[in-house]
């Protein structure tokens, strides 16, 4: 309950609205759907995963395999509202009985999450796409609720510098505080909690007397994630809005964009 009410609360609080369009003789026109490319530029396979706001349909029946070096196109409706992420470390070849099949962003050990939320900390890109292009269109990439890999959002040809969402430009599992690292079995850090999950504090949560932009204001934790990637959503009130206008009706989102960072040599 509470990892849902923490996605809910950056959806509504963001006012997050994708709108897909396109214009046929100078006509406005609805736009029946969208094509977004999920692109894995990491080196290491990855595990993408959709899942819908409350009366959306499930993309892609909610995740899949995606090897390095491969582009998934996923067709989404003219008014799909939700969230992608990327799972890492999977392995589904034994059955998981409810527990996690992934290192990160697992979904109850499920190949395809069929809607359900992953498990943070993951980092994630959110959206919702509406058939009428008069409405305002904005999409973020938020780490409200952690960091595992690195992600770039843009828009297909042509790709538009006010579409562009980049990437990080340090690898936050190398600079993630101990007391926020999720370790694997053999040690690794695969990915770092934000303040809010890690302490579950209301003043790192912007809740309950936080629950302003007045009163919920950057800490050490979510500013040392805005240096790392100044592009993304780092806490709930992030200022100034990290988010993103675009026009596009299709939209690229890249996990480990080229030349993401410049300290490391992989996510």
């Known amino acids: 309950m509470k990892i849902t009410m923490s996605f809910s609360r950056i959806s509504f609080a963001l006012q997050l609205f994708f709108i897909c369009h396109f214009i046929t003789s100078g006509k406005l026109r609805e736009v029946e759907g969208c094509t977004i490319y999920i692109s894995n530029k990491c080196p290491f396979p990855i595990w993408p995963a959709t899942a819908p706001n409350t009366g959306h349909p499930v993309l892609a029946n909610g995740g899949f395999y995606l090897p390095p070096g491969k582009i998934r196109p996923v067709v989404a409706p003219g008014d799909w509202s939700g969230r992608i992420w990327a799972r890492t470390g999977c392995n589904f070849d034994v059955p998981s009985n409810h527990k996690p099949a992934c290192e990160t962003g697992d979904c109850d050990g499920k190949l395809e999450c069929e809607g359900t939320i992953g498990l943070p900390p993951a980092t994630l890109v959110e959206m919702t796409i509406q058939y009428d292009k008069r409405q305002l269109s904005f999409y973020d990439v938020s780490l409200v609720d952690g960091y595992n890999l690195p992600v770039s959002v843009t828009s297909y040809k042509p790709a538009s510098s006010k579409c562009f969402i980049r990437g990080c430009t340090k690898n936050l599992k190398d600079t993630c505080p101990i007391e926020l690292q999720v370790v694997n079995g053999e040690g ?15 003043s790192f949560c912007c809740r309950n007397k936080y629950e302003s932009p007045e009163k919920c204001k950057p800490s050490v934790y979510s500013s040392l994630f805005k240096k790392a990637c100044p592009s993304y959503v780092t806490y709930a009130f992030d200022t100034p809005s990290p988010v993103v206008s675009c026009s596009s009706d299709q939209l690229v989102i890249t996990f480990c964009p080229d030349k993401w960072g410049t300290e490391h040599s992989s996510a």
């Open 188 to 202: 690794q850090v695969v990915a770092c909690k934000s303040a809010c999950l890690g302490f579950n504090l209301d």
